[in-house]
């Protein structure tokens, strides 16, 4: 079936401007996440979802960052008044519900990498 | 807070010949999963093997294998019959158990390239 998807999968922007990031879960995940990885680095966990809750938001760096998922699938996560320091790979992975060894394992999506200029 | 420790910033390995991976980890928790995931240059990020932590037999899958050794809180990963599609960035990462599952902890990475 198809895996995770992310759109788009490369953005360039101008300082100060917005940026919406897309990503669309495993058909029957429950639980959405979102990571950012610097180049050359592991990624680093930035928020989860189950369902439409937003569960850990933790690694969001500052409130310029929010995301959301309403309808507890396709989710956003938004970054407002972009910074240089912004630019990295953002990835998105989603798990399955069910039984324990099975929902813990996370299913990563391309990423989008983000350029701000 | 965990941490995840992977000391070897680069590897290198012949071809068909086996190679180990490095991983280290520190935590208070007694339920977590300990994970092996791929970069290739396309820079996908690929499951290669999952180790629950109350098990005590090392998984397995094909030519992966881990050794996971819970009292010292290591988790290597050792390739067999190395093939260049083998060459890619590896992570180690670490999953708190419970109800508070979510959020995957990486090391650093480990650089691995395969020479024909």
């Known amino acids: 079936g198809a895996g995770v998807s992310q759109s788009p999968r490369y953005k360039v922007t101008k300082r100060g401007q917005d940026v919406a990031l897309r990503c669309d879960p495993i058909?029957?995940?429950?639980?959405l996440y979102w990571y950012r990885q610097a180049l050359g680095q592991g990624p680093e966990f930035l928020t989860y979802f189950n369902y439409e809750a937003q569960q850990d938001k933790s690694g969001l760096p500052n409130d310029r960052f929010s995301a959301e998922r309403p309808e507890g699938s396709i989710s956003t996560l938004t970054i407002q008044r972009t910074e240089q320091r912004d630019s990295a790979m953002y990835r998105c992975?989603?798990?399955?519900?069910?039984?324990?060894?099975?929902?813990?394992?996370?299913?990563f999506g391309p990423g989008t990498r983000l350029l701000v200029l | 807070a965990q941490t995840v420790t992977q000391s070897q910033p680069e590897m290198s390995v012949q071809e068909a010949e086996t190679v180990t991976l490095s991983c280290t980890y520190d935590?208070?928790?007694?339920?977590?999963?300990l994970f092996w995931y791929k970069q290739p240059p396309s820079r996908q990020m690929i499951l290669v093997i999952r180790?629950?932590?109350?098990?005590?037999q090392n998984a397995t899958e094909n030519r992966f294998s881990v050794n996971f050794q819970k009292a010292a809180k290591s988790f290597s990963l050792k390739i067999s019959d190395s093939q260049l599609g083998d060459a890619a960035m590896y992570f180690c990462?670490?999953?708190?158990?419970?109800?508070?599952?979510?959020?995957?902890?990486f090391g650093q990475g480990t650089i691995l390239t395969v020479h024909p």
């Open positions: 992975a989603s798990s399955p519900p069910g039984f324990r060894g099975n929902q813990e394992t996370q299913y």
């Open positions: 180790q629950e932590a109350y098990k005590q």
């Open positions: 990462a670490f999953l708190r158990g419970g109800t508070s599952y979510g959020k995957l902890t």
């Open positions: 058909s029957g995940h429950v639980s």
């Open positions: 935590t208070s928790e007694s339920d977590y999963y």
